[in-house]
């Protein structure tokens, strides 16, 4: 099982962004779901997480911008972020509990920028 993210990029501050993580591989089913992000120079933290019952959390830096969802159909978990400020800038990384397994996807730069 691999978990890929992708969606990031360059965005100028009030931007928005989408977020796609996928799970490939011999998957029976996704568990509690997540998306982490790290500066340079900074601690990765949480960000957003979701479970299988779509029960949501955030960081406080994020609520009310960004937006966690899941599409078990296609093993994805996607993270939509708006209203986007510089100190969002960072690589995102999803993790997930793929059948009782942890795992972290490869990660993708977000950059907020002028």
């Known amino acids: 099982v691999q978990l890929q993210a992708f969606g990031g990029g360059l965005v100028q501050p009030g931007g928005s962004l989408r977020l796609s993580c996928v799970a490939y591989?011999?998957?029976?089913?996704?568990?509690?779901m997540s998306w982490y992000r790290q500066a340079p120079g900074k601690q990765r933290e949480l960000v957003a997480s979701?479970?299988?019952?779509?029960?949501?959390d955030y960081v406080d830096s994020v609520k009310g911008r960004f937006t966690v969802s899941r599409d078990d159909a296609k093993n994805m978990v996607f993270l939509q972020m708006n209203s986007l400020k510089p100190e969002d800038t960072a690589v995102y990384y999803c993790?997930?509990?793929?059948?009782?397994?942890?795992?972290w996807g490869i990660g993708t730069q977000v950059t907020v920028s002028s």
């Open positions: 979701i479970t299988p019952g779509n029960t949501t």
């Open positions: 993790r997930g509990n793929v059948d009782g397994t942890e795992y």
């Open positions: 591989g011999r998957i029976y089913r996704l568990n509690y």
